[in-house]
């Protein structure tokens, strides 16, 4: 049994400056230069910045990532970012359907498979963000909303789902504080495997890496990487912090699973 590569990605937000990254990047590299080959780790950065990460971790463990990706190739889409650009700075990632995104700025579950599409047609990974609301978790919704947006992209990438990264990140645990118990990580977990296991086979269904993300922290990132179906976290506040950073991704290396 092979198991794979945990995945700590860290989601700068709209955060960052020219100074605060090199220093923040140069010690992250640094930090994670003997890091184990178990563990992937990356940065999501603001595009304004992508050359800027692309040049300080250059030969590092560190992969860049993007926030976002245009679901067009070119053309008059003015702020838009196209997968053809991401590629010219190195891009290995992209985050597709951030709660944020979903929130602010309207984005539909056909939208964000449109974007997941968009991002494996020039190669980059898109690490698909689903989750609850509060009102859907209290609800008992929280199964039915992570699998109907898994759904959109599923039915719009089809076999090209084992090149997806998914990330479960319950919409009330973002930046709150608050964090999902570990067995409701794994429950939500689960049941996006379940979903792709009953799709695509157990073959699939075990090469798609699962994140958590909400309020992740060293102080929780043991108990919840230990569960069976959590592959890695999407973190946010933690990723700005060069000793948290490297704490999680040390503690996701101790967490050693296999699957049948």
């Not at 990605?9 to 184990?36: D, F, I, S």
């Not at 979903?102 to 963000?129: M, N, W």
Request: with cysteine; charged share 20%.
């Amino acid at each position: 049994m092979t198991e794979k590569k945990k995945l700590i990605a860290g989601n700068w937000k709209m955060n960052g400056g020219l100074a605060a990254n090199e220093a923040l990047l140069r010690a992250v590299c640094e930090g994670l230069q003997t890091q184990p080959a178990g563990c992937d780790v990356a940065v999501a950065v603001p595009a304004p910045y992508l050359a800027q990460v692309q040049a300080l971790v250059a030969g590092s463990v560190v992969a860049v990532a993007a926030q976002d990706v245009s679901a067009h190739a070119s053309g008059a889409y003015t702020g838009e970012v196209s997968g053809a650009m991401l590629n010219d700075f190195g891009v290995r990632y992209a985050l597709v359907g951030h709660s944020e995104r979903r929130q602010y700025h309207g984005e539909t579950d056909a939208v964000v498979a449109s974007k997941a599409q968009a991002a494996l047609a020039k190669g980059i990974t898109p690490i698909v963000c689903v989750g609850e609301t509060l009102a859907e978790r209290e609800a008992g919704q929280t199964e039915a909303v992570v699998k109907r947006q898994l759904a959109a992209v599923i039915h719009q990438v089809g076999h090209c789902v084992s090149e997806l990264v998914v990330a479960y990140e319950p919409v009330w645990a973002i930046g709150t504080g608050m964090v999902a118990t570990p067995q409701s990580a794994q429950d939500a977990a689960n049941a996006i495997r379940n979903d792709l296991k009953t799709t695509f086979g157990t073959k699939v269904s075990d090469s798609v890496r699962i994140l958590y993300g909400g309020s992740v922290t060293s102080k929780n990132a043991a108990e919840l990487i230990s569960q069976p179906d959590v592959d890695g976290f999407l973190i946010g506040g933690a990723a700005l912090d060069v000793e948290e950073l490297a704490k999680i991704a040390r503690l996701a290396l101790k967490s050693t699973k296999s699957r049948n």
